[in-house]
């Protein structure tokens, strides 16, 4: 299983972002796939999770600016992050897996996944 993560960069307090990830090598019929974030010195965190029933989960950090979404078609997944702020940066990492104990509500634990990116930087100045 791979997965590549794109879109990061440098917006201001207030704008927009897309990051995509582009997985491959992966045949779970029930899933979690997830958004995790990471800043120096902290521990990887949360962001938003999406299982293959298609319940989401949002950090309440996050809620009502972040949104997850799936491409099954282009096997990619998505975070769309508007309203952005300072506390946002942070290195973005997509991760995944599945089996027969997958596929509802996905918890935001880093712990839950076994596959991972390498991840994309986001940073937001004020």
């Known amino acids: 299983v791979q997965l590549v993560e794109s879109g990061g960069g440098s917006v201001q307090a207030g704008g927009s972002l897309r990051l995509s990830c582009a997985i491959s090598g992966y045949t779970y019929s029930k899933y979690c796939m997830g958004w995790f974030r990471q800043t120096s010195g902290q521990e990887r965190e949360g962001v938003a999770t999406i299982a293959s029933n298609g319940r989401i989960r949002y950090a309440d950090s996050v809620k009502g600016r972040f949104t997850i979404s799936q491409d099954n078609a282009k096997n990619t997944l998505y975070l769309q992050m508007n309203n952005l702020k300072p506390e946002d940066t942070g290195k973005y990492f997509c991760?995944?897996?599945?089996?027969?104990?997958?596929?509802?509500?996905?918890?935001?634990?880093?712990?839950?996944?076994?596959?991972w990116g390498q991840g994309t930087q986001v940073t937001v100045s004020s």
């Open positions: 991760a995944a897996d599945g089996g027969p104990q997958f596929g509802d509500l996905c918890a935001l634990s880093t712990l839950l996944y076994n596959y």
